[in-house]
């Protein structure tokens, strides 16, 4: 080691009780100590806890749309839709109430330049609900939009 017989002496004895703690500490979690079971009122009242301090985002309600759709026969075909906007901060609530007719104006516009039966579809409702947030994110400058929701939507 070092040639110097005490400072050996004092790095064994160091390593040798260093060792016998980590072994002690190893021992002791494993063979000894027993975590507490879970208690259901402990773990009810944390819920509850939990519950009261989370927030649900604030909902943006449109006014029900009725819109024309570009069908390719004699017969006139509309989209009935109800639509909330769910912002990522609820500050942006007021934003969409001061801009609900450039909302609804996008709305009817890409609505209106889809297919009835292509809107008739999952896909095409997933397409209508992204372009609708590309759309509105975009003329805001910011991401605004977190999700959009149809309560209401009727191809006929």
Not at 56 to 62: G, N, R, S, W
Not at 97 to 119: C, G, R, Y
Request: proline letters at 3%; glycine letters at 4%; a negative charge.
């Amino acid at each position: 080691m070092t040639g110097n017989k005490t400072l050996d002496t004092a790095l064994i004895g160091l390593l040798t009780l260093a060792s016998l703690a980590a072994l002690g500490v190893f021992t002791y979690t494993e063979m000894v100590y027993q975590r507490p079971l879970p208690s259901d009122k402990v773990e009810f009242e944390s819920l509850k806890k939990d519950t009261e301090t989370a927030v649900a985002p604030e909902v943006f309600k449109l006014d029900k749309l009725i819109v024309n759709l570009n069908s390719q026969g004699s017969r006139l075909r509309f989209l009935d839709v109800e639509i909330h906007l769910v912002p990522f901060k609820s500050q942006s609530v007021d934003v969409f109430e001061d801009q609900k007719a450039f909302i609804k104006d996008a709305i009817i516009d890409i609505s209106s330049n889809m297919a009835p039966d292509e809107l008739n579809t999952v896909a095409g409702k997933v397409l209508l609900e992204e372009r609708i947030r590309r759309r509105l994110n975009d003329y805001f400058g910011k991401s605004l939009i977190k999700e959009i929701f149809f309560s209401r939507f009727v191809v006929q």
